[in-house]
């Protein structure tokens, strides 16, 4: 298993485990390997690593690492 | 096909019939705002950006999809370039969108905005791409600053977030909307329809609110209120209003009145009481 921290708590996910298989199991459901979801319409989620924004188009092949600090953003009412 | 709005409001750009802007903030019920939001007529919305929670249901993000209204992220909760940039390009990932509310604030109690952080952002997200709607102070000056910076729209603030004060200084807000070559869109502090009125009248290109309509007893009431008052507001704003002045003018013929049997009894001079069944 790989530890990581997801949304700010400690989080395990299987080795070989990309940030678009994080991001579909972490919302329920299933992307494509463009990170958008497979039942059409849009996402509505950005991801950061280590406080860096990593574009949709590049989580089918980055890998979650060891230590990494991942947050899952989506929109929430605000002024 | 549609007809072109008369007097449409634009932005980076693009086209929006309806002049008030709507945030999302401040109702527990996604029910409630949806109404709200659709009794407004606004065809642009505020979100905040925040780490997901597992289990949402219906989201705040279908939800304005479904009813069409674009989405302006914002960049709430930022005390600096650095946080605000961060959450910048979030709400572009995310979001799909380059627009971007710039809030940087300067502390919780007030959340006045923190306008050297503030014109620092604007520099770099314009940089990088982004069309900055500048959340800033009613200070002239630095509404200016902002525009020079390549900002899309100056947003000033009327009273702090959340008061419902109204406009505290109509003459500054009137002299960057006098002064500006890019929109100008009053946020914050409106408390209820006068004020939103008053903000068009005072030369502004929309008004963005929020707490005044999640948060009054009736939202969609509130919200149909403040989709009257800007429409108002700006008929009224280009309509020409009489001056101001300190005697009456009658708007009756003051000739071919009927006799009296009494001519005395005309008051006369700077100061006259009123008289019964006259």
């Known amino acids: 298993m790989t530890a990581i921290t997801l949304n700010g708590t400690p989080h395990a996910v299987p080795e070989?485990?990309?940030i678009v298989d994080l991001v579909a199991e972490a919302i329920s459901r299933p992307l494509g390997p463009d990170g958008r979801p497979l039942d059409g319409g849009r996402l509505g989620m950005a991801v950061a690593v280590d406080a860096v924004v990593l574009p949709r188009s590049r989580w089918y092949r980055t890998p979650v690492v060891e230590g990494q600090s991942i947050e899952i953003i989506t929109a929430v009412q605000g002024g | 096909m549609t007809t072109p709005h008369p007097d449409p409001l634009l932005l980076?750009?693009?086209e929006f019939s309806s002049r008030l802007i709507m945030g999302t903030g401040g109702l527990s019920s996604l029910h409630t705002l949806e109404q709200a939001l659709l009794a407004s007529g606004t065809e642009l919305t505020t979100v905040a950006l925040r780490r997901y929670a597992p289990g949402q249901g219906d989201t705040l993000f279908s939800l304005l999809e479904r009813n069409g209204i674009r989405i302006l992220p914002n960049t709430a909760g930022c005390y600096t370039a650095?946080?605000?940039?961060?959450?910048?390009?979030?709400?572009?990932e995310a979001l799909e969108t380059d627009w971007v509310k710039l809030e940087v604030i300067a502390d919780e109690d007030t959340l006045l905005p923190d306008v050297v952080e503030l014109l620092d952002a604007t520099e770099q997200l314009v940089a990088r791409g982004f069309k900055v709607f500048a959340y800033t102070s009613d200070d002239p000056a630095v509404a200016h600053r902002l525009?020079?910076?390549?900002?899309?729209?100056?947003?000033?603030?009327?009273?702090p977030i959340g008061t419902g004060l109204g406009i505290l200084n109509p003459h500054n807000i009137e002299?960057?909307?006098?002064?500006?070559?890019?929109?100008?869109?009053?946020?914050?502090?409106i408390g209820?329809?006068?004020?939103a009125a008053l903000a068009m009248e005072l030369g502004c290109d929309a008004v963005l609110l929020a707490s005044a309509v999640t948060r009054a007893q009736d939202p969609v009431a509130m919200a149909t209120a403040m989709r009257h008052a800007v429409a108002a507001g700006r008929l009224a704003a280009g309509a020409g209003r009489i001056p101001a002045r300190r005697h009456a003018v009658a708007s009756s013929p003051m000739t071919g009145l009927v006799d009296?049997?009494?001519?005395?009894?005309?008051?006369?001079g700077d100061w006259a009481p009123v008289r019964e069944g006259r």
């Open chain 1, 16 to 18: 070989d485990t990309t």
């Open chain 2, 12 to 14: 980076d750009g693009a």
């Open chain 2, 82 to 92: 650095r946080d605000a940039l961060l959450t910048a390009e979030l709400g572009r």
């Open chain 2, 147 to 159: 525009e020079d910076l390549g900002a899309a729209a100056v947003m000033p603030l009327g009273a």
């Open chain 2, 175 to 189: 002299l960057i909307t006098s002064r500006a070559d890019v929109p100008v869109v009053l946020d914050a502090g």
């Open chain 2, 192 to 195: 209820t329809a006068s004020e």
């Open chain 2, 260 to 268: 009296t049997d009494d001519p005395e009894d005309v008051p006369r």
